[in-house]
Nanobody
Framework: QVQLVESGGGLVQAGSSLRLSCAAS????TGWFRQTPGKEREFVAA????????YYTDSVKGRFTISRDNAKNTVWLQMNSLQAEDTAVYYC????????????????WGQGTQVTVSS
């Protein structure tokens, strides 16, 4: 059983930055996803359990950075140059088996944190 708790969301202006945190109860491959009303949950970024490899969806490459500190059991998502299109509830997920970009591959989910970017 892996417990995940996200934090760090908020309301910011376009061009601003936010850093989301995911506190996890174990060291595991971790993904970030986001979801807006009426749309499917979409992959944002993922990181291996050691932090040696990271993966991003094209729309956030060069703006978002995923990282982790296993001593602190924390995974971060640093989001820079935020755009209105980044507005969503952001979730971290763990327990991945299968394609890392598919929500269905993850067994454990946090409660989500709202990110709102005003233009």
């Amino acid at each position: 059983q892996v417990q995940l708790v996200e934090s760090g969301g908020g309301l910011v202006q376009a061009g601003s930055s936010l850093r989301l945190s995911c506190a996890a109860s174990g060291r595991t491959f971790t993904g970030w996803f986001r979801q807006t009303p009426g749309k499917e949950r979409e992959f944002v970024a993922a990181i291996t359990d050691t932090g040696g490899n990271t993966y991003y969806t094209d729309s956030v490459k060069g703006r978002f950075t995923i990282s982790r500190d296993n001593a602190k059991n924390t995974v971060w998502l640093q989001m820079n140059s935020l755009q209105a299109e980044d507005t969503a509830v952001y979730y971290c997920a763990a327990g991945q088996v299968g394609d890392y970009f598919s929500p269905a591959s993850y067994k454990y989910w946090g409660q989500g944190t709202q990110v709102t970017v005003s233009s």
